[in-house]
Every structure is written in C-alpha cells, then in structure tokens.
C-alpha cells in the first residue's frame, strides 16, 4: 500500500520561503516520477512541478525560477522548495506518484500567502 504524507505547509507572509516535504511508503519510489501540485478555491488542480526518475524536471510557468522540486531517493522524500511567495501561491498543495501508470495522491498541505 503505497502512502504519500505531505508536510511543511502553512501561513507566510509575500515574499517568504517554505519547503513541502512528502514522504513515500513503499519500494517503487526510485523509479517513479514524483509532482506537486495545487488547487485553489473555485480552481481546477494544476501542476506545478515534476521531477522524474533520471532527475529530469518541469515548472509551470508561474513558478519558473521561485520553486525547486527536488528528491531524496534514498528517503523516500521528495521536496518543493518555494521562495519568493506570492498571494496567487495560495493554495492546497498535493503530492503525487506515478509508477508505470499507477498513480498515487497525498492528503495535501495548505499553503496560505498573506499578509
């Protein structure tokens, strides 16, 4: 059973850091490609970073430069770094995993960006 736990979410005022953490049960996570996403009030979810087996990532264009995903293999943990935070950030944050189209989702951690 595979489980995604997220964690480092909270309140920060514009122009502040946090850094999500989720953490993965389960063997597979080596070769899994690992995302975050987000979903604000009345929007849709939308992707905002991925990082695959081999490293390889992607931003959506809003967060380009601002946000660094990143993954610990050998923990089982992958990151988002968010600096520069912006109100628009504001969100419920959620960690997912694909493994040869098998997919796996978190709970997720709330960011809030305010002043």
């Known amino acids: 059973q595979v489980q995604l736990v997220e964690s480092g979410g909270g309140l920060v005022q514009p122009g502040g850091s946090l850094r999500l953490s989720c953490a993965a049960s389960?063997?597979?996570?080596?070769?899994?490609?690992m995302g975050w996403y987000r979903q604000a009030p009345g929007k849709q979810r939308e992707l905002v970073a991925s990082i695959t087996s081999s490293g390889n990532t992607i931003y959506v264009d809003s967060v380009k430069g601002r946000f660094t995903i990143s993954r610990d293999n050998a923990k089982n943990t992958v990151y988002l770094q968010m600096n520069s935070l912006k109100p628009e950030d504001t969100a419920v944050y959620y960690c997912?995993?694909?493994?040869?189209?098998?997919?796996?989702w978190g709970q997720g951690t709330q960011v809030t960006v305010s002043s």
């Open positions: 997912n995993k694909k493994f040869f189209g098998i997919e796996h």
């Open positions: 389960g063997s597979s996570f080596s070769l899994s490609s």
